[in-house]
């Protein structure tokens, strides 16, 4: 509560309104910097809450950056465990670390996710005068010889740019993984300048990331991880129909903390479903490469746990994690 | 001329009464926030963010209230490393190198109108290269692999020896205490936590925000409080403002040098202004040589890392609306802020936004404008702040401190962090150990790590790697030189003067 105040008073809102009315506004955790996918999915999320009225004052966006979203994770767990006034952003990277142990021991039954209302697809994309035309052709090319095609992807090694790859040579039949080159780089759009520039020679990332370099032809997306091919991009084929069947995409979602009340949290449903509804956010999504995806309330809980138990499984498999 | 046609539509959007007043409003505040230790652009911008929202603007009119508190605080963050000798914002941090000493010599009102032109001459010049060059420079980013990026840092750490002290040996063990901070956080080329003791908060590592904070401003205060207010840097005299208009001529090429030095590094992803003043800074050192007597207060001194910051401030912008990469920590909110108004940068940008990218020119214009006219001839409202007594002063910076700090992550963990900080700054000025190159070991030094471990995954270790293009050979001799060339010139010359306290 303190900490509230003392941030609604840093950001020059009137913060003697909000002590004397019940009305509290809202706080959205952005678990990294101001730039990223949570910090997005906080800023657009809170931002069309209060243009459709889902919310009575603006969503105030925190960005609290540590530990891939552990410090941000932590903070719910341990210290606003019970503050329903508060939603934080989330996507595949949250529970990829929460199936790879990376949150210091903190696990996904601790908080309540609230649903996801969009998802970035995958892709794997190679400059434009790559020999490489098909995932087929890279499959090959990495059996023939596994370091002559080095990945880079905007997250750490073992992150799920790094396991993106992976899962389609396992398909393949490929699996001496850790013969695969990756670097891990500062973000999806640095990826790509690394794979242009010919350092390295393809980009796994998400659709959003490649969007802008499609228009100009630098870069050729050779697979999409979708089951079907995304509207909008018609011509990028998924990696389903050249005979891998890997589905991978970043949700994005929110998570609320443990302790509120089931009453609150259908509340939080309830407006995150709005949202997914409303034409802003269709345009959003259309804007940003991401496509339909909404799995809200109860449903999606146990599609989160799916998810956890799976990469969990798939990491120990790959040797990624222990 | 496209470029003249494309100007006009950018100067018939940026260009209303009410676009300009917040301009004027946002140089403003853009300006305080940079001069204010711990609250650099970066968290400035962000924490106006949502004020964008609230007060409804669209998309023009936010980006130009935020790109003018963008380029204010880069010219804010000159005031309180020439007054303080605590740098406003990290780009500032080598202003201190000779503005401080040129404020002690009570030159402070020279020292601020010299470092206003020059900031003025870097950001304009780097406009003007934004508006011509930019689709064009854009391709220098896919130039620089793993290895160009670690000969360039390298570089950066070769020439770092013998600046801010004159013993070589203490300012290389700085460097190295700096080096050792940033290899603590989680190891991007394995993903496993380093050094972090278990603790989540050290996962990403120190920021070096929390590093300049505790460094400077906290140390400061421990000097203060040791010698009971008196001796104390903090309280530099400023008594009239003139123009030093022989001293503004006499560094015009410095000016220019160092916006070509500082706008080429800012184009490149994740170098930013703090290595664009750095480089600027140091070029310009060796090229005056011994006798340019730089760090002892000296025009050119002040000139050449305001122009360069200023300038790389500029060059940030190109490769983030170009490619969406942002060159600088600041450059990235406002990504964030240009993706909230569902504009994606990119190298479409240019063709399909016009409006957007040439509004944001014009108003970086405007801003750039309204910037050389509140801070040369009314420096004054600015350094009245800062000149308040130091019993009044000081636990304001303080406070202020400690709230920039909070709100960078919301942890009291880095509040500690900055005490922390404050104790070993306070020790290493005892020492007469220099605290420049600490933090440029913080600052750059995960960088440089992070592009050698990506350089040895992909050529499987093999060394020649780093010498495979004709960038990261000319740069690896131009850090060899670097390095070599003071150790033979030091018998010759003499030692340069120390700039810490």
């Not at chain 1, 087929?136 to 992150?159: H, L, N, W």
């Not at chain 1, 979602?253 to 443990?258: E, H, Q, T």
């Not at chain 1, 449903?269 to 034409?279: C, E, I, N, R």
Request: aromatic fraction near 8%; hydrophobic fraction near 50%.
């Amino acid at each position: 509560m303190k900490q509230k105040l003392f941030k609604t008073a840093m950001l020059g809102t009137v913060a003697g309104i909000t002590m004397m009315t019940t009305a509290i506004a809202a706080e959205c955790i952005a678990p990294a910097n101001p730039g990223g996918g949570w910090d997005f999915t906080c800023r657009q999320i809170g931002k069309i809450m209060y243009d459709i009225g889902a919310v009575d004052k603006p969503v105030q966006v925190t960005n609290m950056p540590g530990a891939g979203g552990g410090l941000a994770y932590g903070n719910v767990v341990n210290e606003r465990n019970d503050d329903s006034d508060l939603i934080i952003a989330a996507s595949s990277a949250t529970t990829t670390r929460l199936a790879q142990n990376a949150y210091a021991g903190m696990t996904a039954d601790q908080v309540r996710f609230v649903g996801a209302i969009g998802v970035d697809p995958g892709v794997i994309a190679v400059a434009a005068n790559s020999p490489i035309k098909t995932l087929g052709d890279m499959v090959d090319a990495i059996k023939a010889e596994p370091g002559s095609v080095a990945f880079a992807g905007g997250s750490a090694v073992g992150g799920f740019d790094h396991l993106k790859p992976l899962m389609i040579l396992k398909e393949g039949g490929f699996t001496d993984i850790t013969k695969v080159k990756y670097i891990g780089v500062d973000g999806g759009a640095d990826a790509i300048t690394q794979t242009v520039g010919g350092f390295t020679q393809a980009m796994t990332g998400d659709m959003s990331e490649v969007v802008s370099f499609l228009a100009n032809g630098d870069i050729r997306v050779i697979a999409v991880l979708t089951e079907e091919r995304v509207p909008g991009f018609d011509k990028i084929p998924t990696a389903k129909e050249q005979g891998f069947n890997v589905v991978a995409g970043n949700w994005r979602g929110l998570y609320v903390p443990k302790g509120i009340s089931d009453a609150k949290f259908d509340e939080w449903a309830g407006k995150l479903q709005k949202v997914a509804d409303s034409d802003a956010w269709k345009k959003a999504m259309a804007d940003n490469g991401l496509a339909p995806f909404t799995k809200v309330g109860g449903d999606f809980q146990s599609y989160v746990d799916g998810l956890v138990t799976d990469i969990a499984a798939m990491s120990k498999e790959l040797g990624v994690t222990k | 001329m496209d470029i003249l046609a494309n100007l006009a539509i950018g100067f018939g959007v940026a260009l209303s009464p009410y676009t300009l007043f917040l301009a004027v409003c946002g140089c403003f505040l853009g300006t305080i926030i940079g001069a204010l230790p711990g609250l650099g652009p970066s968290n400035g911008v962000a924490i106006l963010i949502p004020i964008t929202f609230t007060l409804g603007l669209d998309a023009t009119s936010a980006l130009v209230l935020m790109t003018s508190v963008y380029y204010g605080a880069m010219y804010g963050g000159r005031i309180s490393s020439i007054l303080l000798n605590i740098p406003g914002d990290e780009p500032a941090l080598m202003t201190t190198l000779d503005g401080y000493p040129m404020a002690k010599q009570g030159r402070a009102g020279d020292a601020l109108v010299l470092s206003g032109v020059a900031s003025f001459v870097g950001a304009f010049l780097a406009t003007i290269g934004l508006m011509l060059l930019a689709p064009t420079l854009a391709r220098v980013a896919f130039l620089f692999g793993p290895a160009e990026y670690f000969a360039l840092y390298l570089l950066a750490f070769c020439t770092l020896g013998g600046m801010a002290s004159n013993n070589q040996a203490k300012a290389a063990l700085a460097a190295c205490i700096g080096l050792g901070i940033a290899m603590i956080g989680v190891d991007s080329s394995s993903g496993l936590p380093r050094m972090t003791g278990g603790s989540l908060h050290l996962y990403d590592g120190v920021d070096f925000l929390v590093a300049i904070v505790g460094l400077f401003a906290i140390a400061e205060l421990f000097f203060f409080i040791e010698s009971h207010g008196k001796g104390s840097s903090i309280g530099v005299i400023l008594d009239k403002v003139k123009i030093p208009w022989k001293e503004i001529f006499s560094t015009r090429w410095t000016m220019l040098r160092a916006s070509g030095v500082g706008f080429i590094a800012g184009i490149l992803p994740g170098a930013g202004a703090s290595l664009g003043s750095f480089l600027a800074y140091m070029t310009e050192k060796s090229i005056a040589g011994e006798k340019g007597g730089f760090g002892t207060g000296v025009a050119k001194g002040v000139v050449a890392p305001e122009a360069g910051n200023n300038a790389a401030a500029g060059g940030a912008l190109v490769p983030m609306l170009t490619l969406g990469v942002p060159g600088s920590g600041t450059t990235a909110v406002l990504l964030a802020l240009l993706m909230t108004l569902n504009i994606t940068p990119g190298p479409t940008l240019f063709t399909e936004r016009p409006e957007v990218v040439w509004g944001l020119i014009a108003s970086l214009l405007i801003a750039n404008v309204v910037l050389l006219l509140m801070n040369v001839p009314m420096v004054k409202i600015f350094v009245r702040v800062l000149t308040v007594p130091a019993w009044i002063l000081l636990p304001g910076v303080t406070m202020v401190s400690f709230v920039g700090i909070y709100s960078l992550t919301g942890s009291y963990f880095d509040l500690l962090m900055m005490v922390g900080f404050g104790i070993l700054g306070y020790f290493l000025r005892k020492l007469d150990v220099p605290t420049v190159p600490v933090i440029l070991g913080i600052l750059l030094g995960g960088n440089m790590e992070d592009a050698l471990r990506r350089a040895m995954t992909l050529s499987d270790g093999d060394v020649t790697y780093l010498f495979s293009s004709p960038i990261s050979i000319g740069l690896w001799v131009a850090a060899i030189a670097g390095f070599v060339a003071p150790m033979f010139l030091r018998s010759i010359l003499k030692k340069p003067q120390a700039v810490t306290d």
